[in-house]
T-cell receptor, first 113, second 115 residues
Framework: DQQVKQNSPSLSVQEGRISILNCDYTNSMFDYFLWYKKYPAEGPTFLISISSIKDKNEDGRFTVFLNKSAKHLSLHIVPSQPGDSAVYFCAASALGPARQLTFGSGTQLTVLP | GAGVSQSPSNKVTEKGKDVELRCDPISGHTALYWYRQSLGQGLEFLIYFQGNSAPDKSGLPSDRFSAERTGGSVSTLTIQRTQQEDSAVYLC?????????????FGPGTRLTVL
């Protein structure tokens, strides 16, 4: 049973436009959410995070929105750049000693020049 | 500064052999995690180390998998009697665990192929 779901395996966007990546979760114990970006043959790189006490967090071109009632979060990238082309993973963490991350299956973003 | 490093970057082995994968976390990070990513899947948690505490092994898929962390730093993930379904990218991450939340920093991974 997937607790974190990214239903779009791929997304193509024109350079300069907005990219919106979506993520749904089922575990109401999750209280911290993260987005990672991954290039081929590299490990995931942390991008942005949000705690469950907030509904928005912004860092430059990247904004994460959290809708707790819908158990949904999204990552907005604006303006999108060709260098943003990568696989984006949504991850969630619940309170507890380990705080291990539960990941979605990823969305391949392609930004077209 | 140095990030998380892993070795080897690639490992091809025959079914039934044992393999050891190594992780060097970021200096000073007390928390260390192992994950694996099978083809087309998200990352799957395997095991967690925090300081000198007993590890959280709840994600290990079978007793063929084990891990150690010596001196609170380097970690080794061992897979005994490898099976073809063990083929995956094995990723290590470390975290400073400051505050209640943890941003984990990942190494480049070891791609394991079991023939």
């Amino acid at each position: 049973d997937q607790q974190v779901k990214q239903n779009s395996p791929s997304l193509s966007v024109q350079e300069g436009r907005i990219s919106i990546l979506n993520c749904d979760y089922t575990n109401s114990m999750f209280d911290y959410f993260l987005w990672y970006k991954k290039y081929p043959a590299e490990g995931p790189t942390f991008l942005i995070s949000i705690s469950s006490i907030k509904d928005k967090n912004e860092d430059g071109r990247f904004t994460v929105f959290l809708n707790k009632s819908a158990k949904h979060l999204s990552l907005h990238i604006v303006p999108s750049q060709p260098g943003d082309s990568a696989v984006y993973f949504c991850a969630a963490s619940a309170l507890g000693p380990a705080r291990q991350l539960t990941f979605g299956s990823g969305t391949q973003l392609t930004v077209l020049p | 500064g140095a990030g998380v490093s892993q070795s080897p970057s690639n490992k091809v082995t025959e079914k039934g052999k044992d393999v050891e994968l190594r992780c060097d976390p970021i200096s000073g990070h007390t928390a260390l995690y192992w994950y694996r990513q099978s083809l087309g899947q998200g990352l799957e948690f395997l095991i967690y180390f925090q300081g000198n505490s007993a590890p959280d092994k709840s994600g290990l898929p079978s007793d063929r998998f084990s891990a150690e962390r010596t001196g609170g730093s380097v970690s080794t993930l061992t897979i005994q009697r490898t099976q073809q379904e063990d083929s995956a990218v094995y990723l290590c991450a470390s975290s400073s665990r400051t505050g209640g939340y943890n941003e984990q920093f990942f190494g480049p991974g070891t791609r394991l192929t079991v023939l």
